[in-house]
């Protein structure tokens, strides 16, 4: 029986999880923005997942702000989440959320944001709700959020200048 075991990304993990970002969205562009978000300081959490020593799964918590009034108070933003297609539906993903907000919070995080789909992510207590009132470019259904603690409820997302250089 093989055994799947979630750690801390290090250097030696980028092709690996470059391949990961690759094969799960088919395309190079979530790639792209792990490596920026990565060389720009961004990352606050970073794990990978590994079957028999091969990188199967990604996740990436980067460091947003919510700007309100003339406060900024530090968030994250959950982006990437990545799982090679052959093992989705395994509970890899869900695996790394959980790991990855246990390490949020160890760190004394509070607010997390994701953009993604309300049926997966509202599994793991992302609500639309908790998000409605950030203003954002990304508002809608899809922009949900999680706090563990004292958070704003409102204010302006910004995200790490590697999300602004992926919608130009």
């Known amino acids: 029986m093989s055994m799947m075991s979630i750690r801390a990304a290090t250097p030696r993990d980028r092709e690996a999880i470059r391949l990961v970002e690759e094969h799960a969205f088919g395309q190079q562009t979530e790639a792209g ?3 920026a978000l990565v060389t720009g ?3 606050v959490v970073e794990l990978v997942a590994e079957e028999d020593g091969q990188a199967v799964g990604h996740i990436l918590f980067s460091r947003l702000f919510v700007q309100n009034g003339g406060n900024s108070f530090a968030a994250v933003a959950l982006a990437p989440l990545a799982v090679e297609p052959s093992f989705h539906g395994s509970g890899i993903g869900g695996a790394l959320i959980r790991e990855g907000h246990i390490r949020l919070r160890d760190a004394g995080e ?3 944001v994701v953009l993604g789909d309300p049926a997966y992510y509202g599994r793991f207590g ?3 709700a908790r998000a409605e009132k950030f203003e954002s470019e990304y508002q809608g259904e899809a922009l949900q959020a999680l706090a563990w603690g004292d958070a704003p409820e409102a204010g302006r997302l910004v995200y790490a200048s590697a999300f602004t250089a992926l919608a130009a």
Do not use: E, F, M, N
Request: proline residues 0%.
């Open 126 to 128: 992302y609500s639309h």
């Open 41 to 43: 300081g961004d990352a």
């Open 110 to 112: 509070t607010l997390a």
């Open 33 to 35: 923005l792990v490596d």
